[in-house]
């Protein structure tokens, strides 16, 4: 892992940048709930927008997502998201990264900040090391199947896994632990295909590719199998 570490985000998924007018109230800078500045420029990801932020309180880097601008007037697209953000709140799995909270931007306007994870992302791994030698491979696959398990245990369905929804962590252990950090409605995506990365499309399976029917647990089966 240490080969990758200093990868950072310079090989970041390829999220289209916001609007030149960023959603009003999530722009960089701004301060939500008095306590989570946002410290980068916003970013879309399907029916929403995302930023790297701080807790100032705790100083601790976050992940903060919310509605993009031009969706805010849909209720069903604020509700998903406050609704799933509360959800991951329940989760308690070093290999789920946690949501910490659910505020209001403005009414009827959610955002969610989840915890950062500052480890290369896993499909930047292996663009380094190749195919992983089997005793990495087996223990990191049930890094992932353990994170899968959490968030289908509360209700949820991810829906558009990749490599890219991962990232790969030193513990004080000295061995690498695996975390899932693309966490917020990250199904939403599925709305906006035309904003998935091509490490996503590549492992979607064939019903959610073609449209037949909505992700579900079996379509995050597939993914992690395509894996």
Sequence with gaps: VEEVLSLGD????PERPADERP???????AVLDERYRIDGRPRVRGRLVAAPGMDTSLDLAVELVSVGAEH?????VAGRLQREAQLVAR???PH???VLAVGWLEPGVPFAAAEACAGPRLDEVLAVRGALPMEDACA???HIAEALRELHAVGLVHGALGAASFRVEPTSEGAARVRLVDVVAP?????EPWTLSPNVIAHLAPEVTTGVAPADVRSD???FGAL
């Design 72 to 76: 805010r007037a849909h209720a069903a």
């Design 221 to 223: 089966v597939w993914s």
């Design 91 to 93: 989760v308690r799995s």
């Design 187 to 191: 199904g939403l995506s599925l709305e």
């Design 23 to 29: 959603p009003r109230g999530f722009e960089a800078g």
């Design 10 to 13: 310079e090989g970041a998924r």
């Design 96 to 98: 789920v990264s946690r």
């Design 140 to 142: 990191w696959a049930a």
